[in-house]
């Protein structure tokens, strides 16, 4: 089964300092799926597999999506594939989902970007300002505006406040959120250290009126009760052995059942599968308590219980 | 003895896509050609581009959904699923798709034979960001093999052959 969606890279130039933007469409030109603003893209990168990057691009725009990428040369391999792309390349991606969605019942939304985690701003500011929303993006960067071409018109209207803390010392991000009121819906996309600087702000706000989206995901804290476990895939009814802490995407995998993985962290919702019996233990950080009554993520999901079956 | 049902339907919505995942696009009218499927869809045998496409199915060359389908699933589950999104090339209204295996139909101009039951697909779910497997469980539509093509509209009637 074609897993992917074919796309042709129509566009690639430069957009920012080490940061590479796409246009990418249908091979024939035809609309793409609908996607959600805040909405990631898997691009299948060959040899490594499935590479979130945040779509940038107005989601009413029927026919093309944007992703911007920065080189990070500490990476694990796809942000140096990307910088490699041309107009014209074909590359592959899973349908783009939406983990780091707007909330819809806020009538004020606060955005704090860390350099390219700009991106998925970029979607949002669009569909904010049709709607009328009050809004606005505070960017943090260090080495150069991330996405200039995207940001001039909001900084121009007044929606965006940029931060070179080359310039100027790093601002507090309580300060530039203030106090929460009701209403108020904040949002962080950046570096580790920026969304625990975040999270730590918003500690004592309202559940779920502060959201985040990680760059790459955080490390897995080690689980001294991890156990092993006997793993069924109900539609072939084989089963194998999966040691404590073993990682269940690969005993999945070494069953032969074809799973989809990207972040490989639990943030990025790839891997997501169906499961029958036994007691997950989700380590994940996207799934909701009623998803997860059904479902897991493959790969990081563990087990309490002697025996886990799957629906693959 | 059997009773044969009488019944006589029309053809509501038309869509077809040339790839798997891309939205369906409605149409005012599609041409299906005899033994091979609907000009421009995905599933159209020879170039096949859809989800299935690696299981091949000689049987799927024209697919149904009924209308009344999509309105009960907004009264029993609440959940709204438009003509454009349960992927199917024909919805149809006042056809008992799931009397029909085995059967042979006009569709305007056009003579097909139900082959099977469409089954729903997780696919589905992915694509549109609802929760709608459940209820599309043995309500999920007819495929069919075309022997007689021809243009099918918006408004045709579907009767039995």
């Known amino acids: 089964m074609p897993r992917h969606i074919t796309l042709t890279v129509a566009e690639a130039r430069e957009a920012g300092p080490g940061i590479r933007h796409l246009t990418l469409r249908d091979p024939d030109g035809w609309p793409l799926p609908k996607v959600r603003p805040g909405a990631h893209l898997d691009l299948q990168v060959p040899g490594l597999g499935g590479r979130s990057y945040s779509l940038c691009g107005d989601p009413l725009v029927a026919d093309a999506w944007e992703v911007a990428v920065k080189l990070e040369p500490q990476s694990r391999g796809g942000s140096a594939w990307v910088h490699g792309l041309e107009q014209g390349a074909t590359v592959e991606a899973a349908m783009p989902r939406c983990t780091f969605p707007l909330a819809a019942e806020a009538t004020r939304h606060v955005m704090i970007a860390g350099g390219i985690g700009v991106t998925p701003f970029l979607a949002m500011a669009p569909v904010l300002e049709r709607q009328g929303a009050d809004w606005h993006l505070h960017v943090l960067y260090r080495a150069g505006q991330p996405c200039p071409q995207a940001l001039a018109p909001w900084i121009a209207a007044g929606r965006v406040t940029c931060h070179d803390s080359t310039r100027a010392r790093r601002p507090d991000l309580a300060a530039l959120l203030g106090a929460h009121m009701p209403g108020l819906q904040a949002y962080c996309c950046g570096p580790l250290a920026m969304l625990e600087g975040f999270e730590a702000a918003t500690a004592a706000w309202p559940e779920g009126s502060a959201r985040i989206e990680h760059f790459t995901p955080p490390p897995l804290p080690s689980d001294p009760s991890a156990r092993p476990y006997r793993l069924e895939l109900a539609r072939s009814g084989v089963s194998d052995e999966v040691e404590a802490g073993g990682s269940l995407l690969a005993a999945l995998r070494a069953l032969g059942a074809k799973v989809d993985a990207s972040c490989e962290g639990g943030i990025c919702g790839a891997c997501e599968i169906r499961w029958l019996e036994g007691e997950p233990v989700h380590r994940d950080l996207i799934l909701t308590p009623e998803r997860r009554k059904t479902h897991l993520m493959a790969c990081v999901a563990q087990c309490a219980s002697d025996r886990l079956v799957v629906e693959l | ?161």
């Open chain 2, 1 to 161: 003895m059997p009773t044969e049902i009488s019944w006589t339907g029309q053809v509501e919505h038309l869509h077809i896509t040339a790839r798997a995942f891309l939205p369906m696009q409605p149409q005012q009218q599609i041409k299906l050609i005899a033994g091979e499927g609907i000009e421009g869809d995905r599933y159209r045998i020879g170039v096949e581009q859809g989800f299935y496409s690696e299981k091949p199915e000689e049987g799927r060359q024209v697919t149904l959904f009924e209308a009344e389908v999509l309105e009960t699933i907004l009264r029993d589950y609440k959940i709204e699923l438009l003509p454009v999104e349960h992927r199917r090339n024909i919805t149809t209204r006042g056809v008992p798709l799931n009397w029909l295996v085995g059967k042979r139909f006009h569709i305007g101009e056009c003579l097909v034979e139900a082959t099977r039951l469409s089954v729903p697909c997780r696919h589905i779910e992915e694509i549109l960001e609802k929760q709608v497997f459940n209820s599309m469980v043995h309500r999920s539509g007819l495929n069919c093999r075309i022997l007689e093509g021809g243009t099918v509209r918006i408004g045709d009637s579907i009767r039995p052959a």
